[in-house]
């Protein structure tokens, strides 16, 4: 879905931002961080990373029989491959709203991916683009929301690896400006991620993954997906993600619009048949907005029902993985969601995976906001220190509108 952006959305644009309380900057992360007390928050990330330690350390003397050792937070997912369980991911997991980003509708998540990989997401997709020979985390174009450096979101995640030795992460990336294995490949090297990353035993797709456990115990615990990018044999852990991976749909409009059908890659025709050639099933279950003029923004209003875990709903996210499972005949191998700690979407993941889950940090499933009740219009037109009127003519001058 590539709205082309009006000249006129400018005009307009530039009229409303004349009215935008100069918000971005203010607050902090610690204020809004799931209304927890300080206490609670600052031990957040290490309390779970002690536990699964501890843990690490009984499963190489025990190996596999250790039934209490959790791995992906429960220990009965240690034994399972790969691919049969379900991976709850977080979409476009840079892209903030919260206080610091003056609660910017480019937003896609409430908390960072450090929080989520605590609350126990364990698929974090990012779009990475070459800005002036940097690879960053931007949306859409680096001047609508730039979420940081990819070597730096890296070493944040290589840090939570390195503390939580017993969890296999994946990471799903998006290579919007086509760039060389290469250019990501020093980038995996110099965070030191690197380290932890899985090469698969075929370059096509495989029926059969390692168990978490086999991963576990080789550690090498990074599953590492990225899409349209050209294989290379020096970076053999950077898997081309249409390789092994099929999509449903994204830039779904209406909680109606979800469904299991196969939308890429067209080299697969359908979603059956992806599964019986050992392609991996993912679900894009995050709804858009349109705004005015071909503008669309991550659909807040409705994000209750869209994560809600219950299958009797139309649009829940228990109700599309349960309906993707039976049509399938396999549950998804990962799903992704806007503003996960919303529902919280990780229950319809559990109810998949059919696991009660242990060792997680809870985190609130409200919706952030500012509490003040300019919050709407702050949100919408003052992104990242500029006024949205300079982001409509960068997004112009870039000629279409790519959120995934
Ligand atoms: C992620 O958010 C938490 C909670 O707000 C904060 O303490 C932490 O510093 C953040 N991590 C990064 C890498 O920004
Ligand atoms: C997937 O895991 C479930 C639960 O352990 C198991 O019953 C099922 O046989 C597994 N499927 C495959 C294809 O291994
Ligand atoms: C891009 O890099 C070049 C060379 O280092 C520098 O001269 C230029 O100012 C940079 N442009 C931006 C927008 O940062
Ligand atoms: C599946 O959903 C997408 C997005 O809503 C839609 O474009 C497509 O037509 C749907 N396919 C079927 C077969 O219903
Ligand atoms: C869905 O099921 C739950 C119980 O799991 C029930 O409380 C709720 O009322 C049901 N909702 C609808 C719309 O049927």
């Given at each position: 879905?590539l709205?082309?952006?009006?000249?006129?959305?400018?005009?307009?644009?530039?009229?409303?931002?004349q009215a935008?309380?100069?918000?971005?900057?203010?607050?902090?992360?610690?204020?809004g961080?799931?209304?927890?007390?300080?206490?609670?928050s600052s031990?957040?990330?290490?309390?779970?990373?002690?536990?699964?330690?501890?843990?690490?350390?009984?499963?190489?003397?025990?190996?596999?029989?250790?039934?209490?050792?959790?791995c992906?937070?429960?220990p009965?997912?240690?034994n399972?491959?790969?691919?049969?369980?379900t991976?709850?991911?977080?979409?476009?997991?840079?892209?903030?709203?919260?206080?610091?980003t003056?609660?910017?509708v480019?937003?896609?998540?409430?908390?960072?991916?450090?929080?989520?990989?605590?609350?126990?997401?364990?698929?974090?997709?990012?779009?990475?683009?070459?800005?002036?020979?940097t690879?960053?985390?931007?949306?859409?174009?680096?001047?609508?929301?730039?979420?940081?450096?990819?070597?730096?979101?890296?070493?944040?995640?290589?840090?939570?690896?390195?503390?939580?030795?017993?969890e296999?992460?994946?990471?799903?990336?998006?290579?919007?400006?086509?760039?060389?294995?290469?250019?990501?490949?020093?980038?995996?090297?110099?965070?030191?991620?690197?380290?932890?990353?899985?090469?698969?035993?075929?370059?096509?797709?495989?029926?059969?993954?390692?168990?978490l456990?086999?991963?576990?115990?080789?550690?090498?615990?990074?599953?590492?997906?990225?899409?349209?990018?050209?294989?290379?044999?020096?970076?053999?852990?950077?898997?081309?993600?249409?390789?092994?991976?099929?999509?449903?749909?994204?830039?779904?409009?209406?909680?109606?619009?979800?469904?299991?059908?196969?939308?890429?890659?067209?080299?697969?025709?359908?979603?059956?048949?992806?599964?019986s050639?050992?392609?991996?099933g993912?679900?894009?279950?995050?709804?858009?907005?349109?705004?005015?003029?071909?503008?669309?923004?991550?659909?807040?209003n409705?994000?209750?029902?869209?994560?809600?875990?219950?299958?009797?709903v139309?649009?829940?996210?228990?109700?599309h993985?349960?309906?993707c499972?039976?049509?399938?005949?396999?549950?998804?191998?990962?799903?992704?969601v806007?503003?996960?700690?919303?529902?919280?979407?990780?229950?319809?993941?559990?109810?998949?995976?059919?696991?009660?889950?242990?060792g997680?940090?809870?985190?609130?499933?409200?919706?952030?906001?500012?509490?003040?009740?300019?919050?709407?219009?702050?949100?919408?037109?003052?992104?990242?220190?500029?006024?949205?009127?300079?982001?409509?003519?960068?997004?112009?001058?870039?000629?279409?509108?790519?959120?995934?």
């Amino acid at each position: 879905m590539l709205p082309s952006f009006l000249a006129a959305s400018v005009a307009l644009l530039a009229i409303g931002a004349q009215a935008v309380p100069q918000q971005g900057g203010s607050g902090g992360y610690g204020s809004g961080y799931g209304g927890q007390s300080e206490a609670a928050s600052s031990t957040y990330s290490y309390a779970a990373s002690a536990t699964v330690k501890a843990a690490a350390a009984t499963v190489s003397q025990a190996a596999v029989s250790t039934s209490t050792v959790a791995c992906n937070n429960s220990p009965d997912l240690c034994n399972r491959n790969y691919n049969n369980i379900t991976h709850m991911g977080a979409h476009d997991a840079a892209f903030l709203r919260n206080a610091a980003t003056g609660y910017t509708v480019s937003g896609n998540q409430f908390y960072n991916a450090t929080v989520a990989l605590s609350a126990g997401i364990r698929l974090i997709q990012a779009q990475v683009h070459n800005s002036n020979g940097t690879l960053e985390l931007c949306h859409t174009t680096c001047s609508l929301l730039d979420g940081g450096s990819l070597e730096t979101f890296l070493t944040e995640i290589k840090t939570w690896m390195d503390n939580n030795a017993n969890e296999v992460v994946t990471l799903l990336l998006v290579n919007s400006d086509d760039l060389d294995a290469s250019e990501f490949g020093s980038v995996f090297s110099s965070s030191g991620i690197s380290k932890y990353g899985y090469t698969p035993s075929s370059t096509s797709a495989m029926s059969t993954w390692p168990t978490l456990q086999t991963l576990i115990d080789a550690d090498t615990r990074l599953i590492t997906f990225i899409a349209s990018i050209t294989y290379s044999s020096t970076y053999p852990y950077l898997l081309p993600e249409f390789t092994y991976v099929f999509e449903t749909a994204y830039g779904v409009s209406s909680l109606s619009g979800f469904n299991c059908t196969l939308d890429r890659p067209s080299t697969v025709s359908s979603a059956t048949s992806g599964i019986s050639s050992g392609y991996m099933g993912l679900i894009n279950h995050f709804a858009d907005t349109a705004e005015a003029l071909g503008i669309t923004i991550p659909d807040v209003n409705d994000i209750a029902t869209t994560n809600s875990p219950e299958t009797n709903v139309t649009g829940s996210l228990g109700t599309h993985g349960a309906l993707c499972d039976s049509e399938w005949g396999e549950k998804p191998t990962f799903i992704l969601v806007d503003f996960w700690n919303v529902g919280p979407a990780i229950t319809a993941a559990d109810n998949l995976n059919g696991i009660t889950a242990t060792g997680r940090t809870s985190v609130s499933t409200n919706v952030l906001s500012s509490s003040s009740s300019s919050s709407k219009a702050a949100a919408g037109l003052y992104l990242n220190g500029r006024t949205v009127a300079a982001v409509a003519l960068a997004v112009v001058a870039l000629g279409n509108f790519v959120w995934l």
